[in-house]
T-cell receptor, first 114, second 111 residues
Framework: NAGVTQTPKFQVLKTGQSMTLQCAQD?????MYWYRQDPGMGLRLIYY???????DKGEVPNGYNVSRLNKREFSLRLESAAPSQTSVYFC?????????????FGPGTRLTVL | GEDVEQSLFLSVREGDSSVINCTYT??????LYWYKQEPGAGLQLLTY?????DMKQDQRLTVLLNKKDKHLSLRIADTQTGDSAIYFC???????????FGTGTKLQVIP
């Protein structure tokens, strides 16, 4: 099992460009999350999906859209990138069994917007 | 929503004990967690504690929870260079599995 995978690992964009960050999990979990990590600010929730076909806003959703394509995949789209979106983006999926709410994280996408 | 605060940086010598502190605001947090993030990687669960416990020990790790003061700590005994990482405390509450993460503490272990 690969767990949670993310692509790409690194990306540089110019202001105004668009891109989609991909995330997939092979653990058959219902929920999936997108976080951004900024120095001194910890992880902030952008969007989450409690189950296939549903998505909801998190703490910092402005400038982002998401798609829960199927149970495995949850993508994050930046329609018009801004320098303030320079960050490390993590996809995560909580386990419904074992340790309550244990989040399994992908390796991250490091995005720079010039 | 919940606020979770941590100091940003801690430096210790190899072999010493490390204590990483965290304060939180939401007393309804059911579970409290410590995650470890190694350079260039995602977070991994290190340990956790139920809100009805005061202490949990797991090999070199000791978690202390003071519910009255809303204070959580992680003690790492005999700290090793491999313990160098960023440590996040987190709390879970809410019906949709929402987890709030702290700001992270970067632990530097000096050989």
């Amino acid at each position: 099992n690969a767990g949670v995978t993310q692509t790409p690992k690194f990306q540089v964009l110019k202001t105004g460009q668009s891109m989609t960050l991909q995330c997939a999990q092979d653990m058959n979990h219902n929920s999936m999350y997108w976080y951004r990590q900024d120095p001194g600010m910890g992880l902030r929730l952008i969007y989450y999906s409690a189950s296939e076909g549903t998505t909801d806003k998190g703490e910092v959703p402005n400038g982002y859209n998401v798609s829960r394509l199927n149970k495995r995949e949850f993508s994050l789209r930046l329609e018009s990138a801004a320098p303030s979106q320079t960050s490390v983006y993590f996809c995560a999926s909580p386990s419904p069994i074992g340790v309550y709410n244990e989040q399994f994280f992908g390796p991250g996408t490091r995005l720079t917007v010039l | 929503g919940e606020d979770v605060e941590q100091s940003l940086f801690l430096s210790v010598r190899e072999g010493d004990s490390s204590v990483i502190n965290c304060t939180y605001t939401d007393s309804s947090s059911t579970y409290l967690y410590w995650y470890k993030q190694e350079p260039g990687a995602g977070l991994q669960l290190l340990t956790y504690i139920f809100s009805n416990m005061d202490m949990k020990q797991d090999q070199r790790l000791t978690v202390l929870l003071n519910k009255k003061d809303k204070h959580l700590s992680l003690r790492i005994a005999d700290t090793q260079t491999g313990d160098s990482a960023i440590y996040f405390c987190a709390g879970a509450s809410g019906g949709y599995q929402k987890v709030t993460f702290g700001t992270g503490t970067k632990l530097q272990v000096i050989p």
